[in-house]
């Protein structure tokens, strides 16, 4: 199985650029995925990483290296409303069903942006 | 509307009451998953299909069992509720990349 271990919390401040962490250890790597959860909503999906280096999209990039189990979310020009946590996911060959893969997820990271 | 809803949104029964969380989609998709999220634990898997036929076991299916009655159909039961089964639950669906998730339902056990 999987060991996933996200920072519990990180705080940052409105404009700035803040990096969240996620390290794992797998039996087989198929993919690692971010989710985004405000309080009280359903997460949603925000990159997928399945090659080493750096999936940008819009303020949120991803990274990937494969080599080191690690990935990082790198969320450029916070604003208020990315206030929500960070949830990362690995998808590994040891949890599989009918040739597919089951993503498990980290704790994930509570991210709290102030003025 | 949303592509996959659950039923009920908000839930309080007693300890011992089978209770059950419906969820259905309109993504078309074969994948469908039930999970827990717990403060500070994270979302954990308690039981997925594939297809119709197909019901699998997640890391903490104890005291959970599911039914697929059909490709847009995957309910979640609780035969005896007890008060450590208070917690968030969330449906999610998937093709072969990343999940979509329902709402949630939140259901306390007193």
């Known amino acids: 199985g999987q060991n996933i271990d996200q920072p519990t919390e990180m705080t940052a401040t409105e404009g700035a650029i803040v990096q969240i962490n996620c390290t794992y250890q797998t039996s087989g790597f198929n993919g690692l995925f971010w989710y985004q959860q405000h309080a009280g909503e359903a997460p949603t999906f925000l990159s997928y990483?399945?090659?080493?280096g750096l999936e940008e999209k819009g303020r949120f990039s991803s990274f990937l290296s494969r080599s080191k189990g690690y990935s990082y979310l790198l969320l450029k020009e916070l604003q208020m409303k990315d206030s929500a946590s960070y949830l990362c996911a690995v998808r590994d060959f040891a949890h599989r069903s009918g040739g597919s893969y089951i993503p498990t997820f980290g704790r994930g990271t509570s991210l709290i942006v102030h003025p | 509307d949303a592509d996959v809803t659950q039923t009920p949104r908000n839930r309080i029964t007693k300890t011992g009451k089978r209770i059950m969380l419906e969820c259905s989609q309109t993504k078309g998709h074969d994948r469908m998953y039930w999970y827990r999220q717990d403060p500070g634990l994270g979302l954990r898997l308690i039981y997925y299909s594939f297809d119709v036929k197909d019901i699998n076991k997640g890391e903490i299916s104890d005291g959970y069992s599911v039914s697929r009655q059909a490709q847009a159909k995957f309910s979640l039961s609780l035969e005896s509720a007890i008060p450590n089964q208070t917690a968030l639950y969330f449906c999610?669906?998937?093709?072969?990349?990343?999940?979509?998730f329902g709402e949630g339902s939140r259901l306390t056990v007193l």
């Open positions: 990483n399945v090659l080493d």
């Open positions: 999610a669906t998937s093709d072969t990349g990343e999940l979509f």
